[in-house]
């Protein structure tokens, strides 16, 4: 088909180069179609017979959804080398005991003081009449059971509760005992104030019975009515007598243990040591806190033996200075800061070089208005101004030693006295 078109087309064109532009320009067009159609005819499909076969083309790899990535591995970690324990360096794991007691120890305690409040409370009121004190077991029963509840020892403390019980067992007056009872609620306000009349009526009627407590209470009674205020010096500059002392001594010359206490603790406020342990070695076979007293008089008496003996003040600066200490920090006498600094001034006049230390440190922090610090003189109280450099706690004083919880504990029976520390306040 090629052959023949071109056949027809080139013999018409002129043979010289004058052909026309338009002719050109058709010989042109014509070739241009003559070489699309032998295209065609060579690259397309045919069907005819004879056609060549198409080249079967492989199939396209399929795409990865994901680029491949080279495995990681991490790298190894370098460990310290473990070292066997040294010998002899085996732990122990040592705890205390979570429990003191073995079970149900402490129920049995509550169970026994159960049992036994019980018991006194029947003796107090026999067939449940309500005629408590009629008789001698009646009045005893009701006289322990106003000291159980006056100390919470295995109940919780009720004074007014042992004012009435006291009551009670002086009503017929079976148990002299129980005007002690009523001679102290008076004095410490069992039940309101303190009415000091009915207190000495009390401790009248306990003489007849009990001398020597009742000349304790006595001497307590006093204490207790004494104003805070500086009394008139004697003529030496000291304080004057204290009311009651007189008491005090006659009831520890007859044995009484709270009397005997307190007389070891003043000496131990002097600074006389060999007579607080006098006093208080009578005590102790009756009283825990005098035992203990014993014990830390005794302590301070074998360390002072291993310190060299310094050279005393003269007798009088010495007695202004335990005079000044004891209005300072309340031994035996009201605690009075005006009549400290006083015999602190009189001590410092007279020699003494632990009187003028201490009213420089009283006067180093003075209060926001130039006063007396109230509450920095509480904290001097027992500095010990003997060496140049004051050091507080080093010296035995009245308020690390110890009384009883009230004049009548020593006369509340030892299982009662166990219990105070069995029940929280």
């Not at 122990?92 to 003191?100: F, K, Q, T």
């Not at 409040?117 to 003796?123: G, M, S």
């Not at 690390?400 to 030892?414: G, I, K, S, Y």
């Amino acid at each position: 088909m090629l052959a023949t078109v071109l056949r027809d087309v080139l013999p018409a064109m002129p043979a010289s180069g004058a052909a026309r532009p338009a002719q050109r320009a058709a010989c042109a067009c014509v070739m241009c179609l003559v070489a699309g159609a032998a295209f065609s005819l060579t690259g397309a499909p045919s069907n005819l017979p004879g056609a060549p076969s198409r080249i079967a083309l492989p199939e396209p790899a399929a795409e990865r959804a994901t680029p491949a990535l080279p495995p990681l591995e991490a790298a190894p970690v370098a460990r310290d080398p473990i070292h066997p324990r040294p010998p002899g360096d085996t732990p122990r794991i040592e705890a205390a005991p979570l429990v003191s007691e073995l079970p149900g120890t402490r129920d049995i305690r509550a169970q026994a003081v159960a049992r036994e409040l019980r018991q006194l409370q029947r003796a107090a009121n026999p067939s449940g009449s309500g005629r408590y004190g009629a008789t001698a077991r009646s009045a005893q029963a009701a006289w322990l059971l106003g000291l159980i509840h006056l100390h919470g020892a295995g109940v919780r403390r009720d004074p007014s509760s042992a004012q009435l019980w006291f009551q009670r067992a002086a009503s017929n007056g079976r148990e002299p005992w129980a005007d002690a009872g009523l001679a102290w609620c008076a004095i410490d306000g069992c039940v309101g104030p303190a009415q000091p009349l009915v207190a000495d009526r009390s401790i009248a009627q306990l003489r007849a019975s009990h001398a020597a407590r009742a000349d304790y209470l006595g001497w307590l009674l006093a204490q207790r009515q004494t104003p805070l205020q500086v009394g008139p010096p004697g003529p030496d500059g000291m304080e004057a007598p204290r009311p009651g002392m007189g008491l005090l001594q006659r009831a520890a010359a007859d044995g009484d243990v709270q009397a005997l206490t307190e007389l070891g603790m003043l000496a131990v406020g002097r600074g006389q040591l060999e007579q607080a342990v006098g006093y208080f070695r009578r005590a102790a076979p009756h009283s825990d806190a005098a035992a203990y007293n014993l014990r830390e008089v005794q302590a301070r008496l074998a360390d002072q033996a291993l310190k060299p003996e310094r050279v005393p003040p003269s007798p009088s600066a010495s007695e202004a200075l335990e005079a000044a200490r004891r209005y300072h920090r309340g031994v035996g006498v009201p605690m009075n800061y005006a009549e400290a600094i006083r015999l602190y001034r009189l001590a410092e006049t007279r020699g003494s070089l632990e009187a003028r230390r201490m009213l420089q440190l009283i006067y180093a922090q003075p209060d926001p208005l130039g006063g007396i610090n109230l509450a920095w003189m509480r904290q001097l109280a027992f500095v010990d101004t003997a060496s140049s450099l004051p050091v507080v706690g080093t010296v035995l004083n009245a308020h690390t030693l110890q009384r009883e919880a009230t004049p009548l504990f020593d006369l509340m029976p030892r299982f009662w006295r166990d219990q105070l520390t069995q029940v929280g306040r």
